[in-house]
C-alpha cells in the first residue's frame, strides 16, 4: 500500500513540476504536433491534427468588411463604456477588479516558457532585389532574439518560394501557475 501511495504522491508531483504545453515541428512540409506532459513529448496523430484543422478552417472563414467593421466599431464602444465605468461588467465587478484581472492574465502569461529549439528560413522572393532586403530585415530581427533560441537564415537567390524548418514548444510549470494563481486569490481576499 505504501508503495502505490508513494507511485502516486510522486506522480502528481512530476505533473505539478514538470512542463505542461505543446510543440510544433515541420520538417519539409511535414508538420508533426506533439502534446507536452509531466515533460514527455506525446505525439498527435496525423488523423487528429487533420480534423482539427479542417474545424478551425471550416469556422474561419472571413466576414465581409462591412460586418467586420460593425464587429470592431461595437467592441470599440464596449471597450470605451468600460473605461468609463458604465458598462454592466464595469458595474458588476468594477474598474479595479477589471485591472487586477488583466494583471492576472498578465502574470499567467509571463509564466510561459517559450522555446525554439530550431529555426531555419529559407528566404526567396521572384525579384532578387526583394530577397535581399527581406534578408537584411530577418538577419536584423535575428540579433534580436535571445541567444539561446537556434534561428538561422539563409537567402536563396534562384527559388521564388520560402522554406521554413522549425520545432517551437509552448509550456508553462503547473506549480508556477498555481502560485500565481493563489497570490491573485489571497491578494483580492485579504486586500
Same mark, same amino acid.
Given at each position: 500500500m !505504501?508503495? &502505490?501511495?508513494?507511485?502516486? $504522491? =510522486?506522480a502528481f508531483l512530476a505533473v505539478l513540476f514538470l512542463p505542461l504545453g505543446g510543440e510544433v515541428s515541420s520538417v519539409a512540409g511535414s508538420r508533426r !504536433? /506533439?502534446?507536452? @506532459?509531466?515533460g514527455l513529448h506525446i505525439p498527435i496523430p496525423k488523423s487528429v491534427t487533420r480534423v482539427i484543422a479542417a474545424r478551425i478552417k471550416k469556422k474561419g472563414k472571413q466576414p465581409s468588411s462591412k460586418v467586420?467593421?460593425? @464587429?470592431?466599431?461595437d467592441l470599440a464602444g464596449k471597450l470605451r463604456r468600460l473605461r468609463s465605468g458604465e458598462g454592466p461588467i464595469a458595474k458588476v465587478f468594477g474598474v479595479d477588479d477589471l485591472r487586477s484581472a488583466l494583471e492576472f492574465v498578465l502574470?499567467?502569461?509571463?509564466? @510561459? +516558457? =517559450?522555446?525554439?529549439? +530550431? @529555426?531555419? $528560413?529559407? =528566404? &526567396?522572393?521572384? #525579384?532578387?532585389? !526583394?530577397?535581399?532586403? &527581406? /534578408?537584411?530585415?530577418?538577419?536584423a530581427i535575428i540579433g534580436a532574439?535571445?541567444? #539561446?533560441?537556434?534561428v538561422s537564415v539563409e537567402a536563396d537567390w534562384v527559388n521564388a518560394?520560402?522554406?521554413?524548418?522549425y520545432r517551437v514548444e509552448v509550456s508553462v510549470i503547473p506549480a508556477r501557475a498555481l502560485g500565481v494563481l493563489c497570490s491573485a486569490v489571497w491578494k483580492k481576499a485579504f486586500a
Open positions: !505504501w508503495i &502505490a501511495l508513494a507511485i502516486v $504522491v =510522486i !504536433w /506533439y502534446v507536452i @506532459l509531466a467586420s467593421t460593425v @464587429l470592431w466599431q502574470k499567467i502569461v509571463h509564466t @510561459l +516558457r =517559450i522555446r525554439v529549439h +530550431r @529555426l531555419h $528560413v529559407v =528566404i &526567396a522572393t521572384p #525579384d532578387p532585389a !526583394w530577397t535581399g532586403i &527581406a /534578408y537584411g530585415m530577418a538577419c532574439l535571445p541567444s #539561446d533560441w537556434a518560394a520560402p522554406a521554413f524548418t
